[in-house]
């Protein structure tokens, strides 16, 4: 990580939030339970949509169709995976600092996030013929390469130091 930022990892791991979530028996598990689940259904509906993408599952499908129908699931998800993500980042802000798998997740996950807002959903929100078809490929495998990343880097960062 960037010398620059570790005063911010120092803040974020002496905040209240760090300091409760670090000396409770029970906060970090229960966050990490949230967390894991809802990592489990972003990557489902992400594997469901992006196959739809590829051709390889559900073909007759209209992809806004679907897209709209698992957009509350992929919402949620990911608005509970950054808020138990954050938590869990505060509680063991200095130990992340040096570990090059944390580092690796937040590049997967900006990346994920950029992509996800600034390519995919405008993809599966359009019919697909109004779309090249490189696109809504990029766009599936895109999607799947990112989330996937985000998911192995975060598992690997017990791992690795």
Same mark, same amino acid.
């Given at each position: 990580?960037?010398?620059?930022?570790?005063?911010?990892?120092?803040?974020?791991?002496?905040?209240? /939030?760090?300091?409760?979530?670090?000396?409770?028996?029970?906060?970090?598990?229960?966050?990490?339970?949230?967390?894991?689940?809802?990592?489990? /259904?972003?990557?489902?509906?992400?594997?469901?949509?992006?196959?739809?993408?590829?051709?390889? =599952?559900?073909?007759?499908?209209? /992809?806004?169709?679907?897209?709209?129908?698992?957009?509350?699931?992929?919402?949620?998800?990911?608005?509970?995976?950054?808020?138990?993500?954050?938590?869990?980042?505060?509680?063991?802000?200095?130990?992340?600092?040096?570990? $090059?798998?944390?580092?690796?997740?937040?590049?997967? =996950?900006?990346?994920?996030?950029?992509?996800?807002?600034?390519?995919?959903?405008? /993809?599966?929100?359009?019919?697909?013929?109004?779309?090249?078809?490189?696109?809504?490929?990029?766009?599936? $495998?895109?999607?799947?390469?990112?989330?996937?990343?985000?998911? =192995?880097?975060?598992?690997?960062?017990?791992?690795?130091?």
């Amino acid at each position: 990580m960037p010398h620059a930022l570790f005063p911010f990892f120092q803040w974020a791991d002496a905040s209240w /939030i760090g300091t409760t979530v670090r000396n409770s028996r029970y906060w970090f598990p229960i966050l990490e339970l949230f967390h894991l689940f809802a990592l489990t /259904i972003l990557l489902g509906t992400t594997l469901l949509l992006s196959l739809r993408l590829l051709g390889v =599952l559900m073909p007759k499908q209209p /992809i806004p169709e679907l897209a709209h129908e698992l957009a509350p699931w992929m919402r949620w998800s990911i608005a509970v995976v950054l808020v138990s993500g954050l938590c869990m980042f505060f509680s063991g802000a200095l130990r992340y600092y040096t570990n $090059i798998s944390f580092a690796i997740k937040m590049v997967f =996950l900006f990346a994920a996030l950029v992509f996800h807002f600034a390519y995919f959903r405008r /993809i599966v929100q359009r019919d697909e013929s109004s779309v090249s078809p490189a696109a809504v490929k990029l766009a599936g $495998i895109g999607a799947l390469v990112l989330w996937f990343g985000v998911g =192995l880097a975060g598992r690997s960062i017990g791992f690795v130091g």
